[in-house]
């Protein structure tokens, strides 16, 4: 079956860095689109990035220029490397696949930017 399992997040203080990552398992990883998403309180889930099979990416204007997806289907992982962090990029982060004609989600990680 299809699992997405986030791992990465934590504390980090304004300007700094953060690398999560996505482990997939139970599909063919290397065929389809991966996504990162977020999810702050109050507000409603909003893309983060996506990476399809041939390797272009999209990213919300929040985090162009800050932060980077990309794939290694050998692992099959989706890191997602953030830079400059400020307090709003403060979130959970999921990981998302729609496979099958269903979506896909993991647990998500937390995030915090915090002085």
């Known amino acids: 079956q299809v699992q997405l399992v986030e791992s990465g997040g934590g504390f980090v203080q304004p300007g700094g860095s953060l690398t999560l990552s996505c482990k997939a398992s139970g599909f063919i990883f290397r065929l389809y689109t991966m996504t990162w998403y977020r999810q702050a309180p109050g507000k409603q889930r909003e893309l983060v990035a996506l990476i399809n099979s041939g390797g272009a990416t999209n990213y919300g204007d929040s985090v162009k220029g800050r932060f980077t997806i990309s794939r290694d289907n050998a692992k099959m992982t989706v890191p997602l490397q953030m830079n400059s962090l400020k307090s709003d990029d403060t979130a959970v982060y999921t990981c998302?696949?729609?496979?099958?004609?269903?979506?896909?989600w993991g647990r998500g990680t937390q995030v915090t930017v915090s002085s």
């Open positions: 998302g696949v729609i496979h099958g004609g269903r979506q896909y």
